[in-house]
């Protein structure tokens, strides 16, 4: 059985740091696109960045970009978020996703993706 579980979130002061992790069970790590989404109370999911299956494509949101970096562990089956320059807006729940040889952006929309159960953060200003 595939399992995503996220781990890092909490609470932290605007302009602060905070690294999520997302540790993978039952896939094949090496294979599969991996992502972070969020979502804020009465707003949509949205993707915040993403790397693919090979590690050479990488995607950010307009609004994280140069605050947030992604990276992957291949020998721990881990994917990481690094998040500096913490807003209050990036307060949301945040998702780990994972798709198997998928494309990079990724869609939150797509019935191919597995989620975590989510980790939150929370900014305050």
Known sequence: QVQ???SGGGSV???GSQRLSCTTLGLTFDDYTMGWFRQAPGKEREGVSCIDWTGAST???DSVKG???ISRDNAKN???LQMSGLKPEDTAMYYCAAH???ACPMSSASMMITWGQGTQ???SS
Do not use: D, I, K, P
Request: no cysteine; glycine share 10%.
């Open 59 to 61: 995607y950010y949101a």
């Open 67 to 69: 605050r947030f970096t």
């Open 121 to 123: 953060v929370t900014v």
């Open 4 to 6: 995503l579980v996220e």
């Open 13 to 15: 002061q605007s302009g």
């Open 78 to 80: 881990t994917l990481n």
């Open 100 to 102: 198997f040889q998928g």
